[in-house]
Nanobody, 125 residues
Framework: DVQLQASGGGLVQAGGSLRLSCAASEFTVRDYSIGWFRQVPGKERLGVSCISTNDGSTYYDQSVRGRFAISRDNAENTVYLQMNSLKPEDTAVYYC??????????????????WGQGTEVTVSS
């Protein structure tokens, strides 16, 4: 199975920033579309952002558009999620996963590979 490891979470005040990392150890991230998800207990998981393998195009959920930025560093074999202007409602466990399509088109969140260990983000008001 292709798995990714998310890291970089923590506790931050509202308005602050965090950068999450999604690292792969046994495959090359540029060969896959990669998505970031978040989940809060009792709620459905949300596909937050995605970066496509074929053209590098990106997708953002409307709740984070303009505040979050996804990027891929091929040399580091890592995908990042820069989160700015954080809000208490961004509090969740964040996961990354491969997306089983070459481009992050509508519905990409339903076509994910296995999730690795998540990283917890807590935004205090």
């Amino acid at each position: 199975d292709v798995q990714l490891q998310a890291s970089g979470g923590g506790l931050v005040q509202a308005g602050g920033s965090l950068r999450l990392s999604c690292a792969a150890s046994e495959f090359t991230v540029r060969d896959y579309s990669i998505g970031w998800f978040r989940q809060v207990p009792g709620k459905e998981r949300l596909g937050v952002s995605c970066i496509s393998t074929n053209d590098g195009s990106t997708y953002y959920d409307q709740s984070v558009r303009g505040r979050f930025a996804i990027s891929r560093d091929n040399a580091e074999n890592t995908v990042y999620l820069q989160m700015n202007s954080l809000k208490p409602e961004d509090t969740a466990v964040y996961y990354c996963a491969t997306i089983l399509r070459p481009r992050c088109t509508t519905g990409w969140g339903r076509d994910s590979g296995p999730w690795g260990q998540g990283t917890e983000v807590t935004v205090s008001s």
